[in-house]
């Protein structure tokens, strides 16, 4: 007969005690999750339990979020951090100048000729003092909501590999966006509208195109659906000759056949995705012209936004910037709002002045100011801004010399400005710095990669364990880089 001495968990007090103490240690491990205080060094992939049949319902998170949801303003064309939020005395008192170096630089497009200050005048903004452009007064006047990031790094110099790295993580195609990343891990709660929406400049798409919002390798439910203000979802609208009662009969009838289907096939998970995906351009044909209906808002908000500017391109991306808080309120997870747009050439429709910057960003910004500024300060009055991210960003920054031969500024991305507003982050505060001339970061250095940990840190989502096996790689947005920019949280 077997001894219980020599097998422990024969004892009867023994196994209880074991069993009591292994589930209170699931139990504390459980709970240490959920609060984001397990090592940080643990990598071990956390995969999200998604349902076929409702690939884009709300999921947990890894831990508590700080914030809902996501709205990142993305300008095309690298705007110029130098001509907007990174103020430099030294810049101005050596303009004119050549710029310091022991060799000659040689950027994008060619030798660089001698450092030139901005051609607009900056002033202090707010109780926080921080010095802003007047090519953006509106936004200004926000700097207290702002957390600026004044030392960021970008992998390439060229726009499409810079904006891919910006949006995706990677300089290559070929990678799901931070969006796909985000409605991957944790869907959303509102199953009649889309988890990840892009909306595009009224002037057209960034250079990448959709790149910028791909789902790549990860499922097809999760890339972004592209459409604007003045340009709605395409072949949602029923056809003129069927009438609705009809459509809604069809729709129960295909349902039903689909539901047979289903029965038949158990398991496969392909049918039960592209099943879902036909229910929700169903509700789609519902919810999307509803939320797209702008003349819902009062007159007030409506001129806030600028919809009705003699400029029709403000009007536009005012129409965009309110089209994207309508999203917002309803849930919509990750909204991407692109401002420029390449199909007009350099510098004309985008941020990339490298001739005459001056005349481009004069066209430019208040395209940008007056729309934004509204979408910030809507968001903050309705308490939106709570637990909601705001980021804005570029793919680079320009330099601090005039091109050769020119009046614009070469690429640069040794140094840049990004911004964010809102849930867990710090109002008013600024985080590292280029050098004097605003050529290079040199304080608190940080990348791309540590932006898109610290979103994900803030979605209650740890960036190291968020990833998707995918040809024999552990793919995740951050590859094997990145840190959680912790001194910019509140």
């Known amino acids: 007969m077997l001894s219980a001495g020599s097998y422990p968990l024969l004892d009867r007090r023994g196994f209880l005690a ?45 831990f508590a979020p700080r914030a809902k949801r996501v709205i990142h303003i993305f300008c095309s064309g690298a705007c110029s951090h130098l001509d907007t939020w990174d103020y430099k005395p030294e810049l101005i008192k050596r303009h004119g100048q050549p710029l310091p170096s022991t060799e000659k630089v040689i950027t994008f497009q060619g030798e660089n000729g001698n450092l030139t200050k901005s051609p607009y005048t900056f002033r202090q903004h707010g109780q926080s003092g921080k010095w802003i452009s007047d090519l953006l007064p509106n936004l200004a006047e926000l700097a207290d909501e702002m ?10 110099n060229t726009h499409g590999p810079a904006e891919l790295q910006m949006n995706t993580g990677f300089t290559a195609e070929g990678f799901p966006s931070i969006g796909a990343w985000v409605s991957y891990a944790i869907g959303t709660t509102n199953q009649d509208l889309p988890a990840y929406v892009a909306i595009l400049d009224p002037r057209g798409v960034p250079q990448a195109g959709p790149l910028n919002w791909s789902n790549s390798f990860l499922p097809a439910a999760f890339q972004g659906t592209a459409f604007n ?42 049918l039960s995705a592209r099943i879902s995906a036909y229910e929700l351009a169903a509700r789609m044909q519902l919810s999307a012209p509803e939320v797209s209906d702008l003349s819902r808002e009062s007159k007030a908000t409506q001129e806030a936004y600028g919809l009705h500017d003699a400029n029709p391109l403000l009007a536009g991306f005012g129409r965009n910037c309110l089209l994207a808080r309508r999203l917002l309120e309803r849930n919509v997870r990750f909204v ?35 729309p934004a500024a509204a979408l910030l300060r809507d968001l903050k009055q309705r308490g939106l801004l709570e637990d909601t991210l705001v980021v804005w960003s570029t793919e680079f920054g320009r330099m601090p010399t005039f091109q050769k031969g020119a009046n614009g500024r070469d690429h640069n991305p040794h140094g840049f400005t990004a911004w964010m507003a809102g849930a867990g982050v710090k109002r008013g505060f600024s985080h590292g710095a280029t050098d004097e001339l605003g050529h290079k970061a040199v304080d608190k250095v940080c990348t791309i990669y540590d932006l898109h940990a610290t979103i ?29 920019l912790t001194d910019i949280l509140s």
């Open 147 to 156: 957390c600026f990031i004044h030392s960021l790094t970008a992998k390439a």
């Open 18 to 62: 074991n069993l009591g103490t292994g589930l209170s240690s699931i139990a504390l491990v459980s709970l240490l999750q959920s609060q984001g205080m397990l090592s940080a060094d643990d990598e071990t992939p956390l995969r999200p339990l998604i349902n076929p049949a409702a690939p884009t319902a709300a999921r947990p998170p890894h």
């Open 336 to 370: 991407q709002l692109f401002n420029g747009a390449y199909a007009m050439g350099e510098g004309v429709g985008n941020w990339d002045g490298h001739k005459i910057l001056k005349s481009d960003y004069d066209r430019h910004g208040p395209i940008l100011d007056k």
């Open 456 to 484: 994900l840190h803030l979605l209650g989502l740890n960036h190291k364990r968020l990833s998707v096996y995918h040809n024999g790689i552990e793919r995740r947005l951050t590859d094997v880089h990145g840190h959680v």
């Open 229 to 270: 203000a003045d340009q709605p979802i395409s072949n949602l609208a029923r056809p003129v000759k069927i009438s609705a009662d009809a459509d809604l009969a069809t729709r129960d009838f295909l349902k039903l056949l689909n539901d047979e289907h289903l029965k038949l096939n158990p398991g496969d998970t392909e």
